[in-house]
Nanobody, 126 residues
Framework: QVQLVESGGGLVQAGGSLRLSCTASGGTFSSFAMAWFRQAPGKEREFVAAISRLSSSTNYAGSVKGRFTISRDNAKNTVYLQMDSLKPEDTAVYYC???????????????????WGEGTLVTVSS
């Protein structure tokens, strides 16, 4: 069974940076396309960023483009989300998700992912 464990969340002031990590176990990490989603209180889960299996393609939500960077290290079974210039509206629980067969273009939709992590809380104070 594949498990995804996120880490790196915390409290940061607006304008600051955090790096989230998501480490996978129990599967062949390089076979997964990976994505980050987030969910703020009272809101639906929304797409943040995605990366293809061999890092050849990335995709970002418009709200984070230019501020966040997704990357992966297949040797370490880990995907990262570098978050810079954080804003209070970035406050949310951040989840990583993995899928073997999803088309990269459909990675923006939370439905259909094979695996999810438990999430890590990011709080950005103003």
């Amino acid at each position: 069974q594949v498990q995804l464990v996120e880490s790196g969340g915390g409290l940061v002031q607006a304008g600051g940076s955090l790096r989230l990590s998501c480490t996978a176990s129990g599967g062949t990490f390089s076979s997964f396309a990976m994505a980050w989603f987030r969910q703020a209180p009272g809101k639906e889960r929304e797409f943040v960023a995605a990366i293809s299996r061999l890092s050849s393609s990335t995709n970002y939500a418009g709200s984070v483009k230019g501020r966040f960077t997704i990357s992966r290290d297949n040797a370490k079974n880990t995907v990262y989300l570098q978050m810079d210039s954080l804003k209070p509206e970035d406050t949310a629980v951040y989840y990583c998700a993995a899928d073997v067969q999803k088309s990269f273009l459909t990675m923006t939709v939370p439905e259909g992912f094979d695996y999810w992590g438990e999430g890590t809380l990011v709080t950005v104070s103003s």
